[in-house]
């Protein structure tokens, strides 16, 4: 008898479909980069390459983003990476003595 037949009361065989678990999606988060009147935009360029990977265009694309609109989203991932880039981004610029800051938002 294979594994996906299961004999019933009766004695009859019967297939069986064995559920498979339905896995949910992590919930997603963006990571929003926040204007400040003090951190250079270069340093908001390297960040956005550095800890996001993005090319040298779409960095400067999102930091003028952030410049013009006060804010940009600099990447959406599952909430425990979002949250651990944040706080990476965060501790950098505090590193670096640069009052940048980045927030996790749900999508």
Sequence with gaps: MSNDVKRG???QGL????DKPKLARPP???VVVINDDYTPMEFVVQVLQDFFR???????QIMLEIHTSGRGVAGVYP?????TKTAQVNA???KNQHP???????V
Aim: hydrophobic residues 40%; contains cysteine; negative net charge.
């Design 100 to 106: 940048l800051l980045t927030v996790m938002e749900k």
């Design 9 to 11: 009361d009766n004695g």
């Design 92 to 94: 950098y610029a505090r």
């Design 79 to 83: 909430a425990e990476i979002a949250e």
């Design 15 to 18: 297939a069986v479909e064995e």
């Design 54 to 60: 993005h090319s040298r265009e779409k960095a400067v």
């Design 28 to 30: 997603m988060c963006k």
